[in-house]
T-cell receptor
Framework: GDSVTQMEGPVTLSEEAFLTINCTYT??????LFWYVQYPGEGLQLLLK???ADDKGSNKGFEATYRKETTSFHLEKGSVQVSDSAVYFC???????????WGAGTKLIIKP | SQTIHQWPATLVQPVGSPLSLECTVE??????LYWYRQAAGRGLQLLFY??????ISSEVPQNLSASRPQDRQFILSSKKLLLSDSGFYLC?????????????FGPGTRLTVL
């Protein structure tokens, strides 16, 4: 079945470091891919998305490219800030049902 | 624009007591609606989803139930809470139809069962 695998956390970085959070997927068909962010005590917010191969989603300095050949959607940011500390979820959607398939989430801790 | 509300924001209940959590969406019609639970430090577990009034699909057998009495209202209930029901409950909606199933989340309800 369809699945999403994220790198386990927590990921701890210093401020201004480069960030990569790996996400790979298994899916039949042509899924849409998402990154959501959850700040402490809050609901999830859509961070970025890509709906077809080679699309790049970007928002707030974060980027992710839909790589069909490697079935990946890795999240990157060139210079992280303390305010980026949160849990990041990778998800995919297959249009045949109403659900998103979720990764386990990766907690990111940024130290000043 | 669309907004999603959940209440209460926090709730502390004794074991064996009933539960009712409410979610409402504004600014859209005929949305798909979802209830998720997030245990402490864990990922998202889909509990229920609904594609229309009175239509509920259950993903995980448990002592929780869901209802959709109105188009934009989704209620999560229990007759008798268990300790294991503690967690962060999130309601979400998506546009119907939407090929991408992009979901929009409410602020969540923190439930502690003692």
């Amino acid at each position: 079945g369809d699945s999403v695998t994220q790198m386990e956390g927590p990921v701890t970085l210093s401020e201004e470091a480069f960030l990569t959070i790996n996400c790979t997927y298994t899916a039949t068909g042509y899924p849409s891919l998402f990154w959501y962010v959850q700040y402490p005590g809050e609901g999830l917010q859509l961070l970025l998305k890509a709906t077809k191969a080679d699309d790049k989603g970007s928002n707030k300095g974060f980027e992710a490219t839909y790589r069909k050949e490697t079935t990946s959607f890795h999240l990157e940011k060139g210079s992280v800030q303390v305010s980026d500390s949160a849990v990041y979820f990778c998800a995919l959607s297959v249009s045949t049902n109403y659900q998103l398939i979720w990764g386990a989430g990766t907690k990111l801790i940024i130290k000043p | 624009s669309q907004t999603i509300h959940q209440w209460p924001a926090t709730l502390v209940q004794p074991v064996g007591s009933p539960l009712s959590l409410e979610c409402t969406v504004e600014g859209t019609s005929n949305p798909n609606l979802y209830w998720y639970r997030q245990a402490a430090g864990r990922g998202l577990q889909l509990l229920f989803y609904s594609v229309g009034i009175g239509q509920i699909s259950s993903e995980v057998p448990q002592n929780l139930s869901a209802s959709r009495p109105q188009d934009r209202q989704f209620i999560l209930s229990s007759k008798k809470l268990l300790l294991s029901d503690s967690g962060f409950y999130l309601c979400a909606w998506s546009q119907s139809p939407d090929r991408n199933n992009e979901q929009f989340f409410g602020p969540g309800t923190r439930l502690t069962v003692l």
